[in-house]
C-alpha cells in the first residue's frame, strides 16, 4: 500500500511541524526535544490551573497533538507510530505545563501508555509536582477480559477535564470526575480493511466479503469476523452489543468516530443508521462524524457512548480552541420543507390514460432496464461505468409514476418526462435529456407535430450540452434517427440510429461529455449512450409492428 512521506524516521515530527505550521495560533508550541522528546503544549498556558496531559502513539490523528488548546489538553505527547511515548517524553511535558496547581495525566489502557506514563508520574511526584493519573478502558469488545482497551472514548474524558480546567476547579475534583467519567463510557469498533503503516510492508488480513468487529486501533485483530452486509445491519449488531452496557433510563452522548479511511459520504450513512436505530432514543448529544481518534488508514469506524449528567452535558457542549474538535449538538430529526409547486398547473396535467402511449412507455423503460449491465460494461470501457444504472434509475422512476402522468395528453406528458428525469436520473444524462422532454413538449403543446417537437428538443439539448454528430455521444444516434422518423417514419428511424450507433465504434476518440477525458483510444467500442438511443428504436418500431 502507497503512503506519502520522506523518510520513516521522521514521519511523526514532520507531520507535529505540519501541524503547527497550519494551526494558525501563537497559542501552540512543541518542546525543543525533537526526535525523541515529541510534545506539543500551549504556550499560552497560565500554571495556576491544573495542567491536562495526555498521548500515545502517533497515527491516531487528529489525537492527541489536534487537540491541544482552550478547554482541552494542555499538552500531548507523542510517541513513534503505534508506540508508546517513552517516560522522558512524558516528564518533559509535565515539568512544560505544571504548576502547584498540579496534572492530570489521560492514558488510554495500553501496557506501554500505563508503564511509561506511570513511570513519568512516579518521577514528577518525586520532584514535587501533584500528579494524579487516569486510565481509560472503555472498549466493551472483549467483555471478560481485566484490561479492556482504551480507545475513542477517551476523548469524552479530554473534553470533561479539559473543561473543569479551564474553570479552574482543583486537581482532586477534576480527577474524580474524569475517572467517574471513564467509568460510564462504551465504545466499539468496526472495520473492512485493516491499517497500513508507512515504510512497512502491508498484507490485508481480510477478504473481501468480510470485516471484523471490535478490532483495535492499532490494528490489532478484532474479537470476531463478520460478513460484510448493509450498514443498517451492521450498526444493528454494534447497537445491541453496546446497549448491553448503557442504563437505558439515562441519557447519553454519541461519538462517531472514523478510523481513518471511510469517506464523509459513508459516515453520514453509518450517523444516520445509528440514530435510526433503537440505540438512539438514549442519545441527547452527538459528536461526529468525522476522524477524531483515528487508526492510520483504516476503512473502519467507532461507536462511543457516554452517560449523561448536567455536568458532563455543559462540559461536552462548552466550545474549545481546537479546530479539530467537533462540537456536540443536539439529536434532531431532518426538518422537511415541502417543495414549492409549479403554478399554473392546468387540469390537462392531471393525471389521465391513454392505453398506446402507456403501452410505449412501459415497453422503452423496461428495454432500458434490461440494458444496465451492458450499457455499464461499455461505458467502463469509455467513461466511468454508470451509464446503463443512471438509464435505468430514470426509467424506474417513469414507470413508478406512470399512473400520475398525463396520458391522454401528449405535451403534458413529455413535460412530466422531463420532470421525473430532471429530478431523479442525476448526472449530465439527467439534465440533457430533461431538457430534451421539456424543449420538445413545449414545441408539441405550440402546435408542432410530435417529429418536429422531437427536434426541437434535440436542438435544445444539443445548445446546452455542446454535443454534435461526429463526438461520439448519444446525438450520433439520436439526430440521424429523429431525422429519419420526421421524413420517413419509425421503421427507418431505428436503422438509423442502429447505424448512427455503430459509427461511434469506429470514431477513436470523443469530443464531447465524460468519455473525452479517457486517455485510452475507443476504437471498437460503441458509445454506450448512443447505444441505448438505438434500443429504444428499435423497442418502439417493434411494439408499432406488433401493434
Request: glycine letters at 10%; hydrophobic letters at 50%.
Amino acid at each position: 500500500m502507497k503512503h506519502f512521506f520522506n523518510r520513516r524516521e521522521t514521519i511523526v515530527t514532520e507531520a507535529l511541524d505540519g501541524l503547527l505550521r497550519t494551526s494558525g495560533s501563537d497559542d501552540l508550541a512543541r518542546l525543543d526535544g525533537y526526535p525523541e522528546i515529541k510534545v506539543v503544549l500551549r504556550a499560552d498556558w497560565d500554571k495556576s490551573k491544573v495542567s491536562v496531559v495526555s498521548g500515545g502513539g502517533a497515527g491516531h490523528e487528529p489525537s492527541h497533538a489536534g487537540f491541544v488548546g482552550k478547554g482541552m489538553l494542555t499538552a500531548a505527547v507523542s510517541g513513534e507510530i503505534f508506540a508508546s511515548p517513552s517516560v522522558a517524553a512524558v516528564l518533559a511535558a509535565i515539568r512544560a505545563v505544571t504548576g502547584p496547581a498540579g496534572c492530570l495525566l489521560i492514558v488510554k489502557n495500553y501496557t506501554g501508555d500505563r508503564l511509561n506514563f506511570g513511570l513519568a508520574a512516579e518521577k514528577a511526584r518525586a520532584e514535587g509536582f501533584r500528579v494524579e493519573m487516569v486510565i481509560v478502558a472503555d472498549d466493551i469488545a472483549l467483555p471478560d477480559i481485566n484490561q479492556p482497551r482504551g480507545v475513542a472514548g477517551t476523548l469524552f474524558v479530554h473534553k470533561i477535564s479539559g473543561h473543569l480546567s479551564e474553570a479552574g476547579h482543583h486537581l482532586a475534583d477534576i480527577a474524580a470526575a474524569a475517572r467517574a467519567a471513564a467509568k460510564d463510557i462504551v465504545s466499539l469498533g468496526m472495520s473492512l480493511s485493516s491499517c497500513s503503516i508507512p515504510g512497512q510492508p502491508h498484507e490485508d488480513r481480510f477478504g473481501a466479503d468480510d470485516g471484523e468487529l471490535g478490532l483495535g486501533i492499532h490494528g490489532e485483530p478484532g474479537v470476531e469476523r463478520i460478513a460484510l452486509q448493509s450498514v443498517d445491519r451492521l450498526v444493528a449488531i454494534m447497537a445491541e452489543r453496546l446497549a448491553a452496557g448503557l442504563d437505558p433510563k439515562a441519557s447519553h452522548a454519541l461519538l462517531i468516530n472514523n478510523l481513518g479511511a471511510v469517506p464523509p459520504l459513508e459516515m453520514s450513512l453509518v450517523a444516520n443508521a445509528v440514530l435510526a436505530s433503537p440505540l438512539a432514543k438514549t442519545v441527547k448529544l452527538a459528536i461526529g462524524p468525522g476522524p477524531l481518534m483515528t487508526a492510520l488508514n483504516m476503512n473502519g469506524f467507532s461507536l462511543s457512548l457516554i452517560r449523561l449528567d448536567a455536568a458532563r452535558e455543559a462540559a461536552l457542549l462548552a466550545p474549545v480552541g481546537p479546530h479539530a474538535w467537533m462540537p456536540a449538538k443536539p439529536v434532531a430529526a431532518p426538518v422537511i420543507v415541502p417543495m414549492a409547486k409549479a403554478a399554473g398547473q392546468s387540469a390537462a396535467h392531471k393525471a389521465s390514460q391513454d392505453a398506446g402511449t402507456r403501452r410505449l412507455i412501459v415497453t422503452v423503460c423496461e428495454k432500458l432496464i434490461s440494458l444496465e449491465a451492458s450499457l455499464n460494461g461499455l461505458d467502463a470501457r469509455a467513461g466511468d461505468g454508470d451509464t446503463g444504472s443512471t438509464v435505468a434509475t430514470g426509467a424506474r422512476s417513469i414507470l413508478e409514476r406512470l399512473d400520475m402522468l398525463p396520458l391522454a395528453n401528449p405535451a403534458a406528458t413529455l413535460g412530466a418526462i422531463g420532470d421525473i428525469l430532471s429530478a431523479s436520473m442525476g448526472g449530465s444524462s439527467g439534465v440533457l435529456l430533461s431538457i430534451f422532454f421539456t424543449a420538445a413538449a413545449q414545441a408539441l403543446g405550440g402546435g408542432a407535430s410530435l417529429s418536429k417537437a422531437l427536434l426541437a428538443g434535440l436542438e435544445r439539448m444539443t445548445f446546452y450540452g455542446g454535443a454534435k454528430p461526429g463526438d461520439r455521444t448519444m446525438v450520433d444516434a439520436l439526430e440521424p434517427a429523429l431525422k429519419a422518423l420526421d421524413a420517413n417514419g419509425l421503421e427507418e428511424a431505428a436503422a438509423a440510429a442502429r447505424r448512427g450507433a455503430e459509427e461511434t465504434a469506429a470514431m477513436e476518440k470523443a469530443k464531447a461529455g465524460r468519455s473525452v477525458y479517457v486517455g485510452t483510444k475507443l476504437q471498437g467500442v460503441v458509445d454506450p449512450g448512443a447505444h441505448a438511443v438505438a434500443e429504444v428504436f428499435s423497442a418502439a418500431a417493434a411494439l408499432l409492428v406488433t401493434a
